[in-house]
């Protein structure tokens, strides 16, 4: 017989808190981009792919851990960015990171504890597993143990890294974190995702390298997650179910390697096009998992949390499910404010969801990112307890909220000779 719950039911594996942390130094793209366009090496197509890549992308802002990417002033001994020469450096891998080492943990133990104060009725002591998520760096004893000493967790907490897994390894996280709750009802998840990916950064002439400075960004996520039997005072989501599918092409197509200089990232062959051709098929097993959703079009779904891995990706996934633009705002406002911050963004997007006001709607949230491989992970989530509209609302940071669409960046048209090569790179 399933535990009953006096404020939810029946019990159901719940996302109890969902909170997001950025470092302070934020790189405006225009700027970036100038910088980008003017450094010494590139050719004429390399600077053309430069500002195409860049006006095109659908980002304002991005935040980085390195102060000295900035043009407020000098670094001495710089080791990213000659702010003098306006010249963008390259450091070996050990020394990015080693930076990863220190700046990461900050995040990391930032996220958490912003997530756990923000949990009502769990206490740091209520901890019983640790699931952390990075693709950016590596170092031992890792984030999941920095957590656990920084904000005094049990000695006894079960911790687990998910590394290099690339940008939708916040689903395994947050699958892992419902399977420890649906074996012990007991447990009490902390997931926490932190990726820096501008430590990554470097110029180049390649298609690849050029949409990746573009992108790339860094930020922090976490969630408590428990079926434990507190009262609600806020938002939340039922973890509801989760879905992996490997489409049949695209192996080559996505891919995070290590180099000398740090990690490479490759963004073709046609990566939109090969979501376009299989978003569908991957969406099946997930939706088949709830009869309720069955025979309804994919826009009856009330919200759509999408990885915003590119502004292009974003295009097609709308146009190929049939989704109105404002299902669409939760993706495209992070990206455009925080740009592609690799495992962490669709957690940046479920908070903007589960930010907003209780509507009429369902209140069903699909999920899904995309990853090396060419892998699609999806999930089903439901919000509750959301504030009417008309109600109190929960004062949240301006910070961590949305405008209006109509602010959304403006999207420049790419040159028509520019098009199939950024298009082959991901962007």
Not at 93 to 122: C, H, M, P, W
Request: charged fraction near 20%; charge should be negative.
């Amino acid at each position: 017989m399933a535990r009953q719950s006096s404020s939810n039911g029946p019990m159901t594996v719940i996302l109890r808190s969902l909170e997001t942390a950025v470092p302070p130094t934020i790189m405006v793209q225009p700027q970036v981009r100038d910088v980008f366009a003017a450094q010494p090496g590139l050719t004429r197509l390399g600077q053309r792919l430069v500002g195409a890549a860049f006006d095109s992308s659908g980002i304002d802002t991005r935040h980085t851990v390195l102060e000295e990417l900035t043009l407020d002033g000098p670094v001495e001994d710089p080791l990213f960015f000659d702010q003098k020469e306006l010249r963008i450096l390259s450091p070996s891998t050990k020394t990015r990171n080693e930076i990863y080492a220190e700046q990461g943990t900050t995040l990391f133990v930032e996220a958490a504890r912003k997530a756990l104060d923000a949990a009502s009725g769990i206490e740091a002591a209520d901890i019983t597993h640790v699931v952390t998520v990075s693709c950016t760096g590596f170092f031992a004893p890792g984030p999941d143990y920095k957590v656990v000493r920084a904000l005094d967790l049990p000695p006894s907490v079960q911790r687990y890294h998910l590394g290099f897994m690339g940008c939708y390894a916040a689903f395994p996280a947050l699958r892992s974190a419902k399977a420890f709750c649906d074996a012990d009802p007991d447990a009490v998840v902390l997931v926490i995702s932190a990726e820096l990916c501008s430590l990554h950064v470097r110029t180049s002439n390649n298609p690849d390298t050029i949409v990746g400075s573009s992108l790339f960004a860094d930020g922090a996520a976490a969630a408590v997650i428990s079926a434990r039997d507190i009262p609600l005072d806020g938002p939340a989501l039922s973890l509801d179910h989760f879905e992996t599918v490997l489409t049949p092409v695209g192996e080559e197509s996505m891919a995070w390697n290590i180099g000398d200089e740090g990690f490479e990232m490759v963004l073709g062959t046609y990566v939109p096009h090969i979501i376009d051709s299989h978003i569908v098929g991957a969406l099946e097993p997930l939706l088949a998992r709830d009869p309720s959703l069955q025979g309804l079009d994919y826009s009856d779904i009330e919200h759509w949390a999408i990885h915003p891995g590119g502004r292009s990706i974003l295009d097609k996934v709308e146009a190929k499910l049939g989704l109105t633009e404002q299902q669409l705002v939760p993706a495209r406002e992070i990206l455009r404010r925080y740009g592609n911050m690799s495992s962490a963004t669709v957690m940046f997007v479920l908070k903007h969801i589960l930010d907003q006001p209780a509507s009429s709607g369902n209140d069903r949230i699909c999920s899904m990112a995309f990853g090396p491989g060419l892998t699609v992970e999806t999930a089903l989530l439901t919000r509750i307890g959301a504030i009417p509209a008309d109600g109190t609302a929960v004062a949240v940071p301006v910070a961590e909220t949305a405008t209006d669409t109509t602010d959304t960046a403006a999207v420049d048209a790419v040159p028509s000779d520019l098009e199939p090569i950024l298009s082959e790179a991901g962007a």
